[in-house]
């Protein structure tokens, strides 16, 4: 049985009694504990991290360039070790966990290029003899706050360009899979972080609260479902926190008659079921145009058929379990409720067979297969509600326009797709759908470490998108210094308001 604490100020912490229990999703056994902060645990974290600033944020841009990229090198030698971590306690397949990695690892890349990233501007002669010029400077103790189906990767989206910008970092994981952000802690240790500059508190709402609230952090990133998005936002800037917030989604590919079928088909299976759509990117809704539906369902049919079920560490598994018992009823909920507003349910989940079990609804662990429904009727819940497991919801639109507006008038604007060869319609697209994040002809738009990650309306609170240049800001607090070293020819006392002569 593992335990799994904090981590403060260089070293393991226990913390309060409080825990919460860890699941092996593939057996449904229980693997362990994980503590859950007090608002005194988060009180020691935030000390640590705020003790630790002012020698971080002195520390040059060359010496923190280089701790990220020795944490670079360690994270790389140690991605089997960290990839193996996350599916025990996630469920995904290795090959999946070792992919969150290697794009998490993608932004600690940019990150090392901090020294270019926090160039200023500066310009000669704005007024006689006087230069302006801006800098950026770090915010103090930020915190990172993050959901349970990337616990690599989403924290990195965050940290690496935190700290890299001089800041000190509080992380607070998902508690159900909280192992890897302690393998990380110690990984930062190896490459030279100093003590005290990450931290990680493990928990749930009573540490994400006193974070909100706690006078000495002074930014807050958050990813996680809607509610809790706007839950923390509103508690935060409340508080006086800079809070970016990135929330639930529910995308929608919209499928031209004129594409490719073979290319959808397969672009739908691999983003509606890679993780067993448990990701923010996954693709839920395929917007089939007519008269294209019934030959597209067919295509996919046939590769959902082909898929393979098993646990994360079976080689021969393409998609895993999902992440806890109760999140795997209540997404099995939706097979019955979608049949109920007037869906097809064309493929049963609950009847695929998973490797070295039986049919998945009878097999220990949290287990569900792949899963079609067809015929959803636009506006059901099946097609509105964030599922968030691998059901793919068919919905048959007569035209574009019809899908366009599907899309728009949905709550989410996280990521979507357009499936076409005819380059006109997709660049309407682009400029027409209210969505962060679009694919043309990709059906998982994420995009790479040097732009920023996310959605519009109730898939992102707050102004900001995460990493890339968005990240830095963030992170960051401008000024502008206007200089004049004097000489001889100053013009003495002069009480009206500065023009530029
Ligand atoms: P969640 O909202 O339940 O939890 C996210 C974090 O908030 C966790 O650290 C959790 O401990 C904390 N939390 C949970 N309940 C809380 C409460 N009442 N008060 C304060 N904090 C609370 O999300 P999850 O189930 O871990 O992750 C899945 C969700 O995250 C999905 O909705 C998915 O779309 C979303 N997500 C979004 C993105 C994105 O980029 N927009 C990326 C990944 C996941």
Redesign the pocket.
């Known amino acids: 049985m593992k335990s799994v604490k904090h981590w403060i100020n260089g070293a393991l912490a226990d913390g309060d009694d409080r825990t919460a229990e860890l699941f092996n999703p593939a057996t449904g056994e229980v693997s362990g504990h994980v503590a859950l902060a007090s608002a005194a645990d988060v009180d020691a974290a935030v000390a640590a991290a705020a003790a630790a600033f002012p020698a971080w944020r002195d520390a040059s841009l060359m010496k923190r360039s280089q701790v990220l990229f020795r944490f670079r090198e360690l994270m790389y030698a140690h991605r089997d070790k960290l990839a193996a971590l996350i599916s025990s306690e996630h469920g995904k397949v290795h090959s999946d966990a070792l992919g969150e990695v290697s794009r998490g690892l993608e932004v600690v890349e940019f990150a090392c290029g901090i020294p270019h990233l926090l160039k200023g501007g500066f310009s000669e002669g704005v007024s006689t003899r006087v230069d302006s010029y801006s800098i950026r400077q770090p915010l103090g103790v930020v915190a990172g706050?993050?959901?349970?189906?990337?616990p690599a990767m989403?924290p990195m989206w965050m940290y690496p360009i935190a700290m890299a910008c001089g800041n000190t970092f509080v992380l607070?994981?998902?508690?159900?899979d909280p192992s890897a952000s302690l393998l990380m802690a110690r990984l930062w240790q190896e490459a030279g972080l100093p003590d005290g500059v990450f931290n990680v508190v493990q928990g749930?709402?009573a540490a994400?609260?006193r974070l909100l609230e706690h006078p000495d952090v002074r930014g807050v990133s958050f990813?996680?479902?809607?509610p809790?998005a706007r839950?923390v936002y509103e508690t935060g800037t409340a508080h006086g926190k800079r809070v970016q917030a990135?929330?639930?989604?529910k995308n929608h590919m919209l499928v031209l008659p004129d594409a490719d079928l073979d290319l959808v088909a397969d672009s739908a299976v691999s983003a509606g079921f890679g993780s067993a759509g448990e990701r923010?990117m996954a693709i839920s809704v395929v917007l089939a145009v007519d008269p294209i539906g019934d030959e597209l369902v067919q295509k996919i049919v046939e590769r959902v058929g082909r898929l393979v079920i098993g646990p994360g560490d079976d080689p021969k598994a393409q998609m895993g379990p999902l992440v806890t018992g109760i999140h795997r009823d209540k997404v099995a909920s939706y097979l019955d409720l979608g049949v109920e507003e007037g869906a097809k349910l064309v493929v049963d989940g609950r009847e695929t067979a998973v490797l070295g079990g039986g049919k998945a609804a009878e097999t220990p662990g949290f287990w569900l297969g792949p899963t079609v429904l067809d015929h959803v009727p636009p506006g059901s819940r099946t097609h509105t509600d964030?599922i968030?497991g691998p059901v793919l919801s068919i919905v048959r639109v007569g035209s574009y326009e019809e899908g366009l507006e599907l899309i728009n008038g949905g709550e989410y604007g996280?990521g979507t797709a357009i499936f076409t060869n005819d380059g006109g319609a997709a660049r309407r697209f682009q400029n027409e759908v209210e969505v962060g994040m679009i694919g043309v002809n990709v059906p998982i738009p994420v995009p790479m470490a040097f732009y920023s990650?996310g959605?519009w309306k109730a898939?992102?609170f707050g102004d900001t998108h995460v990493h890339g240049t968005e990240g830095v800001h963030f992170y960051t607090r401008g000024k502008v210094v206007t200089s004049r070293w004097l000489d001889p020819s100053h013009g003495g006392v002069n009480l009206g308001f500065p023009t530029n002569g």
């Not at 706050?145 to 990337?150: A, E, G, L, R, V």
């Open positions: 706050i993050t959901p349970f189906n990337f989403v607070k994981p998902s508690e159900k749930d709402k994400v609260d990813v996680g479902s809607t809790i839950h990135l929330g639930g989604a923010c964030e968030f996280n990650f959605g898939s992102l």
